[in-house]
């Protein structure tokens, strides 16, 4: 049983975090935004974001890169408060497209 657990993920999926992907990000802004399971795109701001793992900056996230995330609830509604990254998202630092 837990074997299955662990072939479902294929990074580290024994985190309580959800995963999602980072879909867009607007640096001018400070904002960007994560395609959450059920297709829906959260927004966080980098101001207000905590970041776990490998990228140490909002600034390091890239487009594409599967994160695990946590929401909170603002006045604005709901946004990601916290963002883990793994180092199975990011290869390298050279782009591989």
Excluded at 68 to 86: A, P, Q
Aim: glycine share 12%; aromatic share 8%; proline share 5%.
């Amino acid at each position: 049983m837990s074997q299955s657990d662990e072939e479902l993920g294929g990074r580290e999926n024994a985190d309580l975090f959800h995963h999602g992907v980072v879909t867009k990000l607007f640096p001018s802004n400070n904002l960007g935004l994560i395609r959450v399971q059920n297709g829906r795109e959260v927004p966080f701001s980098f101001d207000l974001v905590i970041l776990v793992g490998e990228v140490k900056r909002p600034s390091d996230l890239r487009e594409g890169q599967e994160v695990g995330y946590d929401v909170g609830w603002t006045s604005n509604g709901l946004r990601v408060t916290k963002i883990k990254t793994y180092p199975h998202s990011s290869p390298g630092q050279s782009e591989s497209s």
